[in-house]
């Protein structure tokens, strides 16, 4: 079956702008998380919706900002962008909790200027 | 809170060679422990998972991690190294009752030499 799909994979924004990042589960899955993977900081949590519900968020700003739809497709948005937001957005899929495998996408990769 | 170290940033081996990798994790209670594997403009790929039992688990590509509740410790091994196992390696620590949610530690990027 197919992956986890992100789109796009590569985004330049300027300081100020937003954006909107996409991420397409695998079929059936119905949990998505987002983490942030910059060099300084590591990978780190965004949030998890799980059947159109956020189930868990981390420790991000308000600017950031996901949803989920009913086919379990998700979209982070990012507003008024700053530079250190520069990094790789990741995204993961699952069936339900921890006890199922997560599987993620090859992500995407954004640059602030 | 849990936390993931991974006291290692780089580790260089040859061809052939064992190796391990350290992670030690803070959590409270029993955790959800993970080993992944990132190769160069790729995402995330699971090698292996503890969640209760046998303390060692396999996994895919000839790793094994054991898991020390003692230590607090889930180190990952292989016993000989090939050159596509250069990559970088995340540990990662789950709570049942935090969803999904992962913390991982910093990451130890492993070369393979010739």
């Known amino acids: 079956k197919a992956g986890v799909t992100q789109t796009p994979r590569y985004l330049i924004k300027t300081r100020g702008q937003q954006v909107t990042l996409s991420c397409s589960p695998i079929?059936?899955?119905?949990?998505v998380s987002w983490y942030q993977q910059t060099p300084g900081q590591g990978l780190q949590f965004l949030f998890e919706?799980?059947?159109?519900?956020?189930?868990n968020k981390g420790n991000f700003p308000g600017r950031f900002s996901g949803r989920q739809f009913s086919n379990s497709r998700s979209e982070m948005n990012v507003s008024t962008l700053e530079l250190g937001d520069s990094a790789l957005y990741l995204c993961?899929?699952?069936?339900?909790?921890?006890?199922?495998?997560?599987?993620f996408g090859p992500g995407t990769r954004l640059t602030v200027t | 809170a849990q936390s993931v170290t991974q006291p290692d940033i780089h580790i260089t081996v040859s061809e052939g060679a064992s190796l391990e990798l350290r992670c030690n994790y803070s959590?409270?209670?029993?955790?959800?422990l993970f080993w992944y594997v990132q190769s160069p403009g790729q995402g995330l790929q699971l090698l292996l998972k503890?969640?209760?039992?046998?303390?060692l688990v396999q996994g895919i590509k000839g790793f094994e991690a054991e898991f020390k509740r003692s230590q607090s410790s889930f180190n990952l091994r292989k016993p000989s190294v090939h050159w596509s196992d250069a990559a970088e390696y995340f540990c990662?620590?789950?709570?049942?009752?935090?969803?999904?949610?992962?913390?991982f530690g910093g990451g130890t990027r492993v070369l393979v030499k010739p």
């Open positions: 993961a899929s699952s069936e339900a909790g921890l006890d199922y495998e997560q599987y």
């Open positions: 079929s059936g899955h119905r949990s």
């Open positions: 919706y799980f059947s159109e519900t956020q189930r």
């Open positions: 959590y409270g209670a029993t955790p959800y």
């Open positions: 503890y969640f209760s039992g046998d303390t």
């Open positions: 990662a620590v789950g709570a049942r009752a935090a969803g999904n949610k992962l913390t």
